[in-house]
């Protein structure tokens, strides 16, 4: 184990006693032959995260596994300094519905009638009459202004309308030159020297359902990631690809994240493509096979709030609703992961729904209980700070 002290102070060298700047750490290696990035190196070699402990006192420790040998830097980065992460959660209190701003289009001839949507009715305040989307066995609540002379039957678009706008003085907490923007920290040793150990991949279980995750579960070695939780499988070309998922057919719901694993898959086996009429690629439906393998690969994006191009209403279906639509058994898999849309709100709407996609994989399961159902929970990004960015996708 490796344990970093950090010590917050201000430009006068004094302790800051601040308690919950967001820290970030990770220790990592940089192999000959990574990539060159303008003036940094792309990671293409090995690297695991850190555990940080905030000592509520200005100091934090941040406490690593050494996973590998050979020469290790160690990078720390303040994230967000804690007036940030005030600021941000004094925002999402203030406009906890209306963060962001939803429409849905309608498309009359030649024109375009646009109305405002949402997961609360109450932000409607001066409007008579509302179309109610709400699905409670799906767990989802959503509300249109009600288009005159328009059915709220009709199918349209979904769209986003606005983000909220923040003064030129908040601004300045989410600008280069400050520690919102992940600054990296300096520090001695910035690099440390590890021997031969005890090799971390010995003696792994299989992998099956139920496995309790650790808060450091692997590492990458070699640009490879590691379980340290059970024995993964890795596959080096698409012959092994093609062996594993022969005869499969893979259910991808959620957001950009598991579309990339669409994307992902489809590169690598060459898998043909079937275009659905009005579909776009950002959101779906997608579908892609590979017939001499029986390999289908499907991708539908999550039901709004949605923060997407225009997208037809009508290619738009909650997950809980997708899933129960599936018949299951041992050629399928479901992939999901659902969260980045969700982080301007308040945590009961995201609670919300994942209760009612719970209750749909336990359905499926009991119906079904030879289905592979795999879920990727949150990660921090890059992104809007005050709507989806490091802070708010941590604590989601």
């Not at 102070?9 to 750490?25: L, M, S």
């Not at 406490?63 to 590998?68: D, G």
């Not at 795999?374 to 709507?387: C, D, E, F, H, W």
Request: net charge positive.
């Amino acid at each position: 184990m490796l344990h970093v002290v950090i010590s917050a102070k201000d430009d006068q060298n004094r302790t800051v006693t601040n308690i919950g700047d967001f820290f970030r750490a990770s220790i990592l290696t940089i192999e000959d032959g990574g990539k060159q990035t303008g003036r940094k190196k792309e990671i293409g070699g090995s690297g695991a995260v850190g555990i940080i402990t905030d000592h509520q006192n200005g100091t934090y420790t941040a406490t690593f596994r050494l996973l590998w040998e050979g020469e290790v830097t160690i990078r720390i980065q303040l994230v967000h300094p804690r007036q940030a992460i005030d600021f941000i959660e004094r925002n999402i209190r203030r406009y906890p519905i209306d963060l962001v701003a939803f429409q849905k289009r309608y498309v009359v001839g030649h024109d375009t009638v646009d109305t405002q949507c949402n997961v609360d009715s109450v932000i409607f305040k001066n409007t008579s009459a509302l179309c109610n989307y709400s699905d409670p066995h799906a767990g989802v609540w959503w509300y249109c202004e009600k288009a005159a002379s328009i059915s709220c039957n009709t199918s349209g678009y979904h769209g986003i309308l606005r983000y909220k706008e923040v003064n030129d003085v908040d601004r300045e907490l989410f600008t280069s030159g400050n520690g919102a923007l992940k600054m990296s920290i300096s520090g001695s040793p910035s690099k440390v020297t590890v021997g031969r150990g005890q090799d971390p991949l010995v003696n792994r279980r299989r992998c099956v359902r139920g496995l309790a995750t650790p808060q450091i579960s692997g590492f990458y070695r070699n640009g490879v990631w590691n379980s340290l939780v059970c024995k993964n499988r890795h596959f080096s070309s698409q012959l092994g690809w093609q062996q594993s998922l022969q005869g499969k057919t893979l259910h991808f719901m959620g957001d950009s994240t598991i579309r990339q694993w669409w994307e992902h898959l489809v590169r690598i086996l060459k898998m043909t493509e079937t275009h659905i009429p009005e579909a776009i690629h950002s959101t779906g439906p997608l579908l892609a096979q590979d017939a001499v393998h029986n390999i289908t690969v499907n991708f539908r994006i999550h039901g709004p709030p949605l923060r997407a191009e225009w997208t037809r209403t009508f290619h738009i279906k909650y997950v809980a609703n997708a899933i129960d639509e599936i018949e299951g058994g041992p050629s399928d898999v479901v992939g999901l992961t659902i969260w980045a849309h969700f982080t301007s709100y308040p945590v009961e709407v995201y609670k919300q729904r994942m209760e009612a996609v719970r209750a749909a994989i336990e359905r499926l399961l009991h119906r079904s209980p030879e289905t592979l159902v795999v879920i990727k929970s949150a990660n921090t990004r890059m992104g809007n700070a005050l709507i989806s960015g490091d802070w708010l996708a941590y604590i989601a």
